[in-house]
Every structure is written in C-alpha cells, then in structure tokens.
C-alpha cells in the first residue's frame, strides 16, 4: 500500500525548519502534499499564490512532493485526497500540547487518519514563521533560516513598503 501524507500549515513564510520535516517525510512516505490552509490569517506577509509559488520552486526537483492548497476541515481535506497520514512538526515541548490536542481532535473526528510528529534537525528548533517575520520587519538577519527565495522575497516586500 503506499502512503500518502498531507503536511498542513499556514507556511507564512516557509522555513528550513518546515523545508527539513517536508525532506524528511518525503524519505518515509510514497507521497507528501504540503497543504496550505486558505485564510489562516486574515493579513498574512504572503499571499497564497506567493506561498504556494515559493513552496512549489524549493521542492521543483522532488518529485513525490506536491503543493496545495486546502479550506475548512483538516480532516475533510484529508479524506478528499484518500490520504492515511498528517505530519506536524514537533520543535520543542511547548509544541506538544497543542499538537496534541489537534491530533486526538482530529483522531475524534476521523479515526483513520494518523498524526504523525517529526522533529526537524536541531539547528531548526528555534525557527517560527512568526519570528522571522518579526525579525525581518525589525532589520535583523534571516539568512540560513528560511530559503533563499524566501529571503529575497522578504527584502522586496520591505523595500516596497519603503517607496510607499
Ligand atoms: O502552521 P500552523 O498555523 O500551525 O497550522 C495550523 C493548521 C493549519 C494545521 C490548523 O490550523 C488546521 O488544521 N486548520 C484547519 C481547520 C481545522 O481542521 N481545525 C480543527 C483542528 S483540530
């Protein structure tokens, strides 16, 4: 039987961290769809054709990953693309109880869908989306945390908010 897993996020921005768990659950399973939930914030940095573009040319050359979109219930969006498996990534123990909570709710909701946890690589454990766009906003560096494109990206949007 092969596998397919759905990793979903709001991916706003992408980071090596979420760049490492996608590698990585595209090594143990047949198939994995990074699936970007529509509308988890209703003033996002990117737009979802930004995210979707940036997500698609990182993993361009691997192709058992595939790029998506998704709206309302996790698990109805699973159950629609006859997926067995949700990844999450699990950075620190301050994760745990959220994920875990979405995970048995998610269990309650349908019982054939498994949450799977991955640990990214430890230099990853202390990257979030949230902080690299507050970092970013404020100067600092990103390098090395978020793909190149990503970076780039980010300098355009500043510097067009400079020119405004
Ligand atoms: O990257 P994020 O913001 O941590 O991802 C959260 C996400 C998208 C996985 C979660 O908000 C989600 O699944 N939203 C879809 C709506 C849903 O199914 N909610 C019930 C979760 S138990």
Excluded: C
Excluded at 97 to 124: K, V
């Amino acid at each position: 039987m092969s596998i397919l897993a759905i990793y979903p996020g709001s991916f706003d921005p992408l980071t090596n961290g979420h760049v490492d768990i996608i590698t990585r659950g595209s090594r143990l399973f047949d198939r994995i769809v990074v699936a970007i939930l529509v509308n988890a914030d209703k003033a996002p940095l990117f737009t979802m054709t930004e995210r979707v573009e940036i997500t698609r040319a990182v993993f361009k050359d691997q192709p058992n990953v595939e790029v998506d979109t998704f709206e309302g219930l996790l698990v109805d969006y699973v159950d629609r693309r006859k997926a067995q498996v949700i990844v999450r990534g699990l950075r620190a123990v301050s994760d745990f109880e959220f994920e875990f909570q979405m995970a048995l709710m998610n269990q309650r909701l349908n019982d054939r869908i498994d949450t799977i946890f991955m640990m990214p690589a430890e230099q990853y454990t202390y990257i979030s989306s949230r902080l690299i766009k507050e970092i970013f906003t404020l100067g600092g560096r990103v390098h090395g945390l978020v793909p190149d494109m990503v970076e780039e990206r980010l300098r355009q949007k500043v510097s067009g908010e400079r020119k405004q």
